[in-house]
Nanobody, 125 residues
Framework: QLHVVESGGGLVQPGGSMRLSCAAS????????LAWFRQAPGKEREGVSCINSRAGTNYVDSAKGRFTISRDNPKATVYLQMNDLKPGATAVYYCVVSVECMPWPQYWNRADASWGKGTQVTVTS
């Protein structure tokens, strides 16, 4: 069973920084990709970033230059470093494991993609 748990969310001021963590268990992280999604109140869940098994990365346009995804395979953990946070970044952030990074719509309704329960990020003054 693929199992991931998010942590590191909380309250942060606009312009501040936060690092989210996704801890993996039940599988060897080296051979898998991990993506971060987020869902704001009243909005659809959207992809934010993905890192593949070769450490290649993808970002949504709003995250480019401000967010950095990275992986530490020996610690079985993937991180999302978020800098210069905007109020629009307020959302529940989820990590999801798959064989490789995919176009965002392909994550929906896939039995081979395993989701965490999410961690809340709130950007406010």
């Amino acid at each position: 069973q693929l199992h991931v748990v998010e942590s590191g969310g909380g309250l942060v001021q606009p312009g501040g920084s936060m690092r989210l963590s996704c801890a993996a268990s039940g599988f060897t992280l080296d051979y898998y990709a991990l993506a971060w999604f987020r869902q704001a109140p009243g909005k659809e869940r959207e992809g934010v970033s993905c890192i593949n098994s070769r450490a290649g990365t993808n970002y949504v346009d709003s995250a480019k230059g401000r967010f950095t995804i990275s992986r530490d395979n020996p610690k079985a953990t993937v991180y999302l470093q978020m800098n210069d946070l905007k109020p629009g970044a307020t959302a529940v952030y989820y990590c999801v494991v798959s064989v490789e990074c995919m176009p965002w719509p392909q994550y929906w309704n896939r039995a081979d993609a395993s989701w965490g329960k999410g961690t809340q990020v709130t950007v406010t003054s």
